[in-house]
């Protein structure tokens, strides 16, 4: 569900975003650009915290989905706590209003000046990956004289994910503590007095369209709460990760989150723990679009038609890194019947990764013209870059009929500006 629709208004059917016709926002701001819908934002994280009622849960909003500090502010006022995996992470979390209270550390490569900046911070818990880890956290701990709230994140060993660079649950990942040192690492944890050690998490990865395999992970997870409360160790917290799936329009939908509640709850709801999420590509996926310019159409001697947007790889990087789908709508409706053609559409950078969509069918299309590509909230602006030199992609939150732009684009003058010459050069 998301609330980009079409509506009538001159010159004709278009694509609007809440109330606000995304073809204003291009004139004004220029293309490419991000848009967002607050509405959507809200109503993801209400169905999400909904789908667990009567039962209170945690939810700690994945910041690298989408880092946007008015994103992060919308999910904050909602009551949204932030899962973070960098110190900048942190720092953008607490500007956007977010507490310390709600936020969570995690990541599998926290330097020290990290882990002491969280500790600063005061956040709420911070998620161990392995032994290293959690002897110099608990060294940093113990030089400052505060003791650290702590989670074991494990690797319950299940692959999981819409493709292999976002799987992140196996044995063969980096991520997480085995199952097997699980014991021997919580209870070592347990004895250390720098160490408040809340519980267990796991995060299997991203994209997840199936069943089994979050089953098969929080199957895991209870037998190891299980195991450690056998052994006399308490467990109050269980994190159980982000990653459930969002429809980009191809393949069948992703498990809803009622039917990740039930599965969350049939497995581990009777186990008398604080239960905690991190949905990331969940809240924000379908609440952003990426609005782009066709540059031009050209058509090859062999006849494949190419559709050059004014987008490209280092605005939305998905389809060049994970081979992404995302559906692509011109913004003004097409007339019913329109004929449709395939169309290699692609951005202006020199790499051939650089293709949104191959043999996508399309209305005809103009230079000019302006098209949405769907579902682009997460993972999108927050992996922009400025490669091939152009500027950072900026970015547009809607609410209801009002707009504003929250991440300007940079000057090239800015973009050189940041830069410095080396004394020997002039
Ligand atoms: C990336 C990440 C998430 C969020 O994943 P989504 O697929 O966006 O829900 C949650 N937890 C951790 C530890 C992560 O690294």
């Not at 694509?15 to 934002?41: K, M, Q």
Request: proline share 7%.
């Amino acid at each position: 569900m998301h609330h980009f629709h079409d509506r009538p208004g001159p010159p004709g059917l278009e694509l609007w975003c809440e109330e606000v016709p995304l073809s204003r926002i291009a004139d004004a701001v220029g293309t490419p650009v991000y848009v967002y819908a607050s509405a959507t934002l809200a109503h993801h994280y209400a169905v999400f915290v909904r789908a667990f009622a009567p039962r209170d849960v945690s939810v700690a909003y994945a910041v690298k989905a989408n880092s946007s500090l008015a994103v992060l502010a919308t999910l904050a006022r909602l009551g949204a706590g932030a899962d973070t995996v960098s110190e900048g992470e942190i720092r953008r979390a607490l500007a956007a209003g977010v507490p310390a209270s709600r936020i969570v550390f995690s990541g599998v490569g926290k330097t020290d000046a990290e882990l002491a900046f969280a500790l600063d911070a005061g956040v709420s818990e911070i998620n161990l990956e392995s032994e290293l880890e959690l002897h110099r956290l608990a060294a940093i701990a113990a030089d400052k004289g505060v003791r650290a709230t702590v989670a074991l994140r494990v690797n319950p060993d299940v692959g999981a994910g819409g493709h292999a660079k976002i799987t992140t649950g196996s044995d063969e990942n980096k991520f997480g503590v085995s199952a097997s040192e699980v014991e021997r690492l919580y209870a070592r944890a347990c004895a250390l007095p720098q160490f408040d050690v809340a519980g267990l998490a796991c995060h299997i990865g991203s994209q997840i369209t199936e069943f089994a395999p979050l089953r098969a992970a929080f199957a895991a997870m209870r037998t190891l709460v299980e195991r450690l409360r056998a052994g006399g160790l308490p467990v109050r917290r269980l994190d159980l990760g982000g990653g459930l799936g969002v429809p980009y329009g191809d393949a069948p939908p992703p498990p809803t989150p009622a039917d990740y509640a039930r599965a969350v709850l049939d497995t581990v709801g009777d186990l008398e723990v604080e239960l905690a999420f991190e949905p990331g590509r969940l809240i924000v996926a379908n609440a952003g679009v990426l609005l782009s310019r066709v540059i031009q159409v050209h058509t090859r001697p062999s006849g494949r038609r190419f559709l050059v947007l004014d987008a490209a790889m280092n605005d939305l990087l998905r389809p060049a890194l994970y081979d992404a789908h995302h559906a692509i709508r011109p913004v003004r409706t097409p007339e019913p019947g329109a004929v449709e053609r395939p169309y290699d559409v692609v951005g202006p950078v020199c790499e051939t990764g650089d293709t949104f969509a191959r043999d996508r069918r399309l209305p005809d299309l103009a230079a000019g013209d302006l098209v949405a590509l769907m579902t682009a909230g997460a993972y999108g602006a927050s992996m922009s870059s400025e490669y091939n030199s152009r500027p950072l992609v900026p970015e547009v939150l809607v609410k209801g009929a009002d707009y504003a732009v929250t991440r300007p684009r940079p000057s090239y003058e800015e973009m050189l500006g940041r830069e410095r010459r080396a004394p020997w050069l002039g």
